[in-house]
């Protein structure tokens, strides 16, 4: 069964190699993890940095790509005055926005809160909404040209570190889980630290007909899937112009994004749910993932991983037990999985972005940032 299935997925997609890009096992060799700066490589459709120090403790990620083109951005930035700021930014109708955003969020934070008050919930919601209106200012400059640019979004994942407080904002359905201890007997457990804004959730179509009562179609079941309008899982993101602004949902857009009846009020928001919290000792780590993560894998399921495993290499193993349960599904191997090239590959999976910080409370306690500042960001090509 599973030979024919594979030679009709690579007369479509082809195969790619599972041997390290070159270079990668030069780079892996070559790096120190006594310094706290362990590998970096690619295999393929993976790329990871295993591990790295920043000012908040230890830092882990890796992205698989599915589509043709990576939907998927991600960036971790650790330098004073914000602290260590995370961001997971997971693209739909092409990877536009999600660049945009990885591009311009954190300048926008660090504008954002230069004010004497520094890193607060209204600052992160300031870069939020500046974020969103410097992607509405480019769908408006390329409009003419690039119409397609209009019906690009993305989810919204940032987590900001600043001295001992933890921020976590939120648009879409990518997700922040907490790995602590409990117990006398140290037992690790999840605590997820966001909502998602997935027309799914019961709680999120009775938020989206309390915000538009006169509209009987904001949310509609298509194909078993709640959807705003019918076109769209999730209720909040950056971008998604052509469901924010009724100009931009004319016939210059392609047809399945068109709406049958105009709006008068944006359909998504650009508002991010915000949590704060004081970091505790029994706080672990937190994983950012991009939703193809959490399609395939618990909380819980998560957290025990990350906890079961030392630090190097966290990211990476979240993102294998991910493709073992997405292959599981298929009742296929994870190894013909893997040979599956890009494109093809997204009818088994999402793209996956995935950054596990470590807290290390040491640090924190010490106040001023120690160490050298972290720029990290994912280097699959486009």
């Known amino acids: 069964m599973l030979g024919p299935l594979l030679r009709l997925l690579s007369a479509c997609g082809g195969v790619w ?22 590998s970096e490589g690619r295999d393929g459709l993976l790329w990871w940095r295993d591990l790295a120090r920043c000012h908040a403790g230890d830092v882990s990620v890796a ?7 990576l939907e998927d951005q991600c960036r971790l930035d650790s330098a004073p005055p914000l602290g260590t700021v995370v961001g997971v930014f997971d693209g739909h109708g ?19 809160s230069s004010g ?12 939020f909404l500046a974020t969103e209106e410097g992607f509405l200012a480019l769908v408006s400059s390329l409009w003419e040209a690039q119409p397609d640019i209009a019906t690009a979004g993305t989810c919204c994942l940032v987590g900001v570190v600043h001295n001992r407080t933890l ?49 009987a179609q904001i949310v509609a079941l298509k194909h078993g899937v709640w ?72 909380n819980q399921e998560a957290v025990e991983i990350v906890h079961n495993h030392q630090h190097a290499g966290s990211a990476r193993r979240l993102i294998k037990a991910a493709l073992q349960e997405a292959a599981r599904k298929r009742e296929m191997r994870y190894s013909d999985l893997t040979k599956i090239d890009k494109k093809v590959r ?3 999976h999402d793209d996956i972005t995935v950054i596990v910080l470590f807290i290390n ?12 500042p972290l720029s990290i960001r994912c280097a699959l090509d486009y």
Do not use: M
């Open 116 to 127: 004497p008050r520094g890193v607060t919930a209204d600052a992160i919601r300031e870069a």
């Open 361 to 372: 409370h040491d640090l924190l306690l010490k106040g001023a940032p120690q160490g050298q």
């Open 167 to 215: 921020f976590v904002a939120n648009l879409g359905d990518s997700r922040a889980v907490l790995g602590k201890k409990v117990g006398r007997a140290g037992q690790i457990t999840a605590e997820q630290l966001c909502s998602e804004h997935n027309a799914n959730q019961e709680a999120v179509r009775q938020e989206l007909k309390a915000q538009h009562p006169d509209d």
């Open 227 to 298: 959807r705003v309008r019918g076109l769209i899982q999730v209720s909040r993101s950056i971008g998604d112009v052509y469901l924010k602004h009724a100009k931009y949902n004319t016939e210059r857009i392609k047809p399945k994004f068109r709406l049958s009846e105009s709006f008068s009020k944006p359909l998504l928001s650009a508002d991010p749910a915000i949590i704060s919290r004081n970091l505790e000792p029994n706080d672990c780590f937190i994983i950012f993932a991009s939703d193809g993560l959490w399609e395939h894998l618990s």
């Open 346 to 348: 997204r009818h088994f």
């Open 17 to 38: 190699p599972t041997s390290p890009a070159p270079g990668a096992a030069g780079a892996a060799a070559s790096a120190s993890s006594s310094s706290g700066d362990d």
């Open 63 to 69: 992205v698989a790509q599915a589509n043709q083109v």
């Open 94 to 112: 092409g990877p536009d926005a999600a660049r945009f955003a990885c591009d311009h969020l954190v300048p926008n934070l660090r504008e954002a």
